[in-house]
């Protein structure tokens, strides 16, 4: 409506200003006595008719300077509007709390590290516009629960819960904060989702699929070390949830019938039981080892890495990060880049996606490590079948 007002007085005073040279331009002086010029008179009513209905009433020059800085005012806040609250998007802050069950330096740095590049390579920067609340048990996995419940009370916009044990202690700590788990051994049999394709509830994230990677390992094993018949499993009670482990157990008894191999199951259940647990190995006369997926393990890679060493035993482990401590070989997923996956659940959570509509993620890149340095210790020839399927080889 400013506008319309600003160009009716524009329209009129251009329309005087043109009367008014037409005037200049007739006979006699422009200044001539109204009363001497009659046509003039009746020209100026007109005039004056055209002007009261081009202007509303009360409009003069104070209210047209008036409404014109109100049009300005109007329009600029129109422009200014959608910036501001994009400046207001744009600064908020995402807030994620990060439940590790080591310190960064100790076992596995590179797979925090991992995490945080995913987030960085989305666009997320640390100081900026992400803040991580980390919580580390420092290896005291009793701890799990206290430090799940302090990330809860924060009340962050979402939760990492980078394996099993993590997530069990996170989803037992809240029902609606979102989690997201980096690797979970099995998250159906676990109890985290309700189907993978359909997670449900307020956790999803990726699945390492641990016992189905167990009969895998056995199979290595006994092409690395062909004339052994007794192999130990050592496995740790409540590491990854009773169905899990049971699955777990039962697929290592199936793949070791079908290798024509005698399975003993050694328990550990913290690493106090190490000791015991490898001297119940070279008493039954153990020719070689797999080490059953668990975090606790995965936290203590050094030391049973160490002890698979001393007491001679070719050893099969779950993830590579056991080779690159000195152990064997290994197979199974890429941590590192499950780890970087696990970003993504993260970003699409902080943009509004709820986590029960996220599908749970398979490991699609699965990678065989071979330590030949340790080969060599052990006495032991790898064979070509298989160096030719090793992703990396330790020299």
Known sequence: MGLERLHGEFRRRVKTQKLAAERGRGTGSAFQPRSQRPDQVAQDRRLAEDRRRDKPAHWGSGMTSIGAALTV????????????????QAAKVARIGYLATAPAEAASPHLREAFRQGLRDLGYVEGRNLVIEYRDTEGK?????????????????????PNTVAALATT?????????????????????????????????GLAFLAPELVGKCLELLKQVVPGVSRVAALWPPGGQGERTEKDMLK?????????GVRLQFVEARGPTDFDRAFSEMTRARAGALTVLPSTMFFVEQRRLVDLAAKNRLPAVYTSREFVDAGGLMAYGPDLADMFRRAA????????????????????????????????????????????GRAAHIIE
Do not use: C, H, M
């Open 344 to 387: 993504t659940y993260v970003d699409k959570i902080l943009k509004g996606a709820k986590p029960g509509d996220l599908p749970v993620e398979q490991p699609t890149k699965f990678e065989l490590v071979v330590n030949l340095k340790t080969a060599k210790a052990l006495g032991l020839t790898i064979p070509q079948s298989v160096l």
């Open 73 to 88: 005012v109007l329009a600029l806040a129109l422009l200014a509007s959608p910036l501001a609250a994009e400046a207001q």
């Open 251 to 259: 697929e290592a008894e199936v793949a070791a019938r079908a290798l």
């Open 141 to 161: 996995l009793e701890r799990l629960p206290a430090l799940a419940a302090e990330l809860v009370a924060l009340k962050v916009d979402v939760i990492v819960a």
């Open 172 to 204: 037992q700590a809240t029902r609606t904060l979102p989690i997201v788990f980096a690797s979970a051994g099995d998250p159906v049999t676990s109890g985290f989702v309700t189907s993978l394709a359909r997670p449900g509830g307020n956790v999803t």
